[in-house]
């Protein structure tokens, strides 16, 4: 059976409590039209709330909010299962279903937001020429031991690799932000071990919601971290200026870079670089 995310814009002064009450009246209803609602996340700052079901198709989906409640979703758009879970992970929820954030109190729920950032290696092509293919797939394997081993420590998901990058998904923009200057911070402490092997990374950001357009995943969001990246400069780190506010008074700092141009997008983004040299 097909899996669907939905999408609700709340009423002004909807509370979680009034979300986990039309949740309930979801899963009493639910078994009528054929649907299994799994969990939901709750953001309250902008109103939304992302619920993740089976159904036989969206319109089913729809009649179980019609007939339970009345909130009707704004877009209900069906995604891949691996898809969901690399993005939005294997998550716990709480005793109505809302879906809490990993690590947090017992009732700290997940806004459903998330940043994506890349990585990709500077002159990729140019190193495998340069030192063959045997010497620039151990290059490679330093990139990834250090990308990886930074995920695991603060929070990240790998969603895949790029051949000369990795693709992960955080909770957390600062989370993800502290990833990167780890990362850098590595990979310049491998440049001052082996000067003649120095290896460098771009780095790109962006943060959005579950469901962006074209039935994809974070697709406009994903769209936006890759194209940051690519428009950094050897050792940047590049983020929207969505995750420079996201971290403000979490120790971090950026330099506003201004609005830059970025292939695919009709208008100019805001772009800040992480600070990460000591």
Not at 138 to 144: F, Q, S, T
Not at 192 to 206: I, S
Request: charged share 25%.
């Amino acid at each position: 059976m097909p899996l669907y995310v939905d999408i609700h814009n709340l009423p002004e002064g909807t509370t979680a409590e009034d979300v986990a009450k039309a949740h309930a009246k979801d899963m009493e209803t639910q078994r009528k039209y054929g649907v299994e609602y799994h969990k939901y996340w709750v953001n309250e700052k902008t109103g939304k709330v992302f619920c993740l079901a089976h159904a036989p198709s969206a319109e089913a989906a729809a009649c179980v909010h019609r007939e339970a409640h009345g909130l009707l979703a704004e877009k209900i758009i069906e995604v891949e299962p691996d898809v969901a879970e690399v993005f939005l992970g294997g998550t716990e929820t709480n005793h109505v279903g809302a879906v809490l954030l990993p690590g947090g109190g017992a009732d700290a729920r997940d806004p459903g937001i998330r940043t994506i950032l890349f990585t990709d290696i500077v002159n990729s092509t140019t190193l495998t020429q340069l030192l063959g293919d045997e010497a620039a797939l151990a290059m490679l394997g330093v990139h990834d031991t250090i990308v990886r081993d930074a995920l695991a420590a603060l929070g990240g998901r790998e969603v895949k690799h790029t051949g000369d990058g990795i693709m992960a998904s955080f909770v957390s923009a600062a989370g993800a932000v502290r990833c990167a200057i780890e990362i850098q911070r590595e990979l310049d402490k491998h440049a001052q071990d082996n000067p003649e092997r120095p290896l460098k990374v771009r780095v790109g950001a962006a943060a959005g919601e579950p469901v962006e357009q074209n039935n994809d995943l974070f697709g406009s969001t994903v769209q936006l971290a890759a194209r940051l990246c690519a428009h950094a400069q050897p050792e940047q780190i590049l983020v929207t200026n969505a995750i420079a506010e996201l971290c403000l008074g979490k120790g971090l700092s950026f330099e506003d870079l201004g609005e830059v141009s970025l292939k695919g997008f009709g208008h100019p983004v805001r772009a800040h670089a992480a600070t990460w040299r000591q």
